[in-house]
């Protein structure tokens, strides 16, 4: 994929070092948000779990703090 970088009123096409910066950015980015995501279902999984095992939900706040 071809970027474009600009620079005050200067557009140019990014050079392939700043393509494959950019490249890793977004690579960094998308795990990242993978990371929350996996975060946020487990944290999901976690309390419909206990509330399985028959946990009030006032008793799963005070468990976990919240």
Do not use: W
Request: hydrophobic share 50%; aromatic share 2%.
């Amino acid at each position: 994929m071809t970027y474009k970088i600009q620079i005050d009123d200067l557009v140019r096409d990014a050079t392939p070092d700043e393509a494959a910066a950019i490249n890793a950015q977004h690579a960094t980015t998308a795990a990242q948000a993978a990371t929350v995501e996996a975060q946020a279902a487990a944290r999901a999984s976690a309390l419909t779990k206990l509330a399985d095992l028959g946990l009030t939900e006032a008793e799963v706040a005070a468990l976990i703090g919240s």
